[in-house]
């Protein structure tokens, strides 16, 4: 299926309905978005059959998950996981939650009056099921609508994120793709994480980029005498990851505190890492931390 739709994306774009092509893109972006959740377990992985264990992962770290008779019945951590993150319990709670959007859903007002629609009603308005077939109908239609009337800068490419733990791609770069065939569209500069690092990092540690060459562990530990944690709370955001996580950080803390290394947190909390290093413990309060 999926070289199908990535021989028909490429090969025959140029002869495809905005339609199809909406329809065949938007097949493979499903894949991803679905294969965040499970990556891997997709297809006959889901077969009626034998209980089994499918060795996958998300942002929370990577796990087993049990199938039985066709559904995910139960998980347990990676056995290689530094750190297994207790959120992981969560996942199988999302796969079968209630609140979880199953199916395309239109605003009603949008459905039966198109643009026309009252942009006051956003918000209180009800929303309407409608097939898929009626959805890419939608967004194609508007697109189309978008680039005959105001032209591809009316059209705002901006599904930022993080990317997809499964085995298609970065969902950024598949959305960027889809519109440059279709002519192209606006994107944003930098993004919403790290935009103020990028302006103000190269004053500080002479980096432009953020997110180039950093200062190793092993590093820090065999050349550093105190480190300061300043508003960090290490032990919870290294609890996930951007990708998928083995939580690795959690062992250079075990080898800083046996290193003897001091540490110092400058928090209003007295964080769990800073009660696992012994460090001390800078009681600030809220907002006084610039003075």
């Known amino acids: ?18 339609r ?7 097949a493979l972006s499903g894949l991803a978005v679905a294969d965040v959740m499970l ?3 997709l297809g006959s992985a889901f077969a009626a059959d034998a209980p089994k264990e499918i060795l996958t992962g998300s942002h929370w770290g990577a796990f087993y998950a049990k199938v039985d008779n066709g559904r995910f019945a139960s998980l347990r951590p990676w056995e290689k ?24 859903m239109v605003r009603r007002a949008y459905l039966e009056n198109g643009i026309k629609a009252d942009r006051d009603t956003r918000g209180n308005g009800d ?23 105001e032209g591809p800068w009316a059209v705002y490419a901006g599904s930022y994120g993080w990317r997809s733990s499964g085995e298609i791609g970065n969902p950024q770069i598949m959305l ?25 990092m190269p004053y500080v540690v002479g980096s432009i980029d953020a997110a180039g060459p950093q200062t190793t562990y092993q590093a820090v530990l065999d050349n550093t005498k105190v480190i300061v944690f300043w508003g960090a709370d290490p032990f919870k955001t290294n609890q996930i990851g951007f990708a998928l996580p083995d939580h690795e950080e959690y062992k250079w803390f075990e080898d800083m505190k046996k290193a003897g290394i001091k540490a110092i947190f400058i928090n209003p909390v007295n964080l769990e890492a800073c009660k696992y290093l012994g460090a001390e413990w800078l009681a600030i309060r809220p907002n006084t931390d610039v003075a």
């Open 127 to 149: 929303f309407v099921r409608v097939s898929w077939d009626k959805a890419l109908d939608l967004v194609a239609g508007e697109i189309k609508r978008l680039e005959e009337q």
């Open 1 to 18: 299926m999926l070289q199908n739709l990535k021989e028909t994306t490429m090969f025959e774009a140029k002869t495809l309905s905005r």
């Open 39 to 41: 990556p891997g377990v």
């Open 176 to 200: 960027t793709r889809l519109m440059n065939l279709n002519g192209g569209a606006v994107r944003s500069s930098s993004n919403y994480s790290k935009a103020a690092l990028e302006g103000i």
């Open 20 to 26: 199809r092509f909406l329809s065949a893109t938007s």
């Open 81 to 104: 996981d530094f750190h297994p993150n207790k959120a992981l319990d969560g996942v199988q709670d999302v796969v079968y939650s209630s609140s979880r959007i199953r199916y395309p």
